[in-house]
């Protein structure tokens, strides 16, 4: 595999939140766009080394490597230790396409107890604790923009967001971080 450049983030640097919420860029990771028939799931879970879920709205997590169910037939990789993910995809010898995202997507880390309201601002979505437990994921809008949405904690989530849209994924959590705060 060619040696490719390390994209410097395009949040780099910022910080957003109040008392209530933090808002922090994650940091650089590999990711996949995955795609594959259930038949294919067990190898592709043994190269990986995560059960690749197969249900909505949830997750397997070994190490710092994510599998997130997006859809029938499709999942988001996040290997938040640089992992080659597409190296080993490659060796699973069964059907599935593997697209490396590595460089589209940026990632927000939104912490604290008021995390969950910060999303809500923007997001449709019922996060409440009973409704999206730790390890939940989906894929879902906030303001206009498509997001990716994964509880890693009580009080964590982890928002990955395409590049082009990460200034206002950021700006956007960071009113509802004020809005928490009050």
């Known amino acids: 595999m060619a040696e490719t450049a390390t994209r410097r983030s395009v949040l780099a640097g910022r910080q957003g939140g109040s008392w209530a919420v933090r808002l922090t860029p994650a940091a650089n990771a590999t990711r996949v766009a995955l795609r594959a028939p259930q038949a294919s799931l067990s190898a592709l879970s043994s190269a990986l080394g995560v059960t690749i879920p197969n249900a909505p709205k949830t997750s397997g997590r070994v190490n710092g490597r994510s599998v ?4 029938p037939d499709e999942w988001l990789v996040i290997d938040e230790n640089g992992g080659d993910l597409m190296g080993a995809l490659a060796g699973a010898g069964v059907l599935h396409s593997a697209t490396d995202v590595s460089h589209r997507n940026v990632g927000i880390i939104v912490s604290g107890p008021g995390a969950e309201l910060a999303l809500a601002s923007g997001c449709p979505q019922d996060l409440s604790l009973a409704a999206f437990p730790v390890g939940a994921c989906s894929r879902t809008i906030f303001g206009k923009a498509e997001i990716v949405i994964f509880r ?13 849209f990460a200034d206002f994924v950021f700006g956007l ?10």
Request: hydrophobic residues 40%.
């Open 68 to 71: 997130l169910w997006i859809g």
């Open 152 to 164: 890693t904690e009580d009080d964590t989530f982890r928002v990955e967001c395409w590049r082009s």
């Open 173 to 182: 959590l960071a009113d509802g971080a004020e809005d928490a705060a009050h």
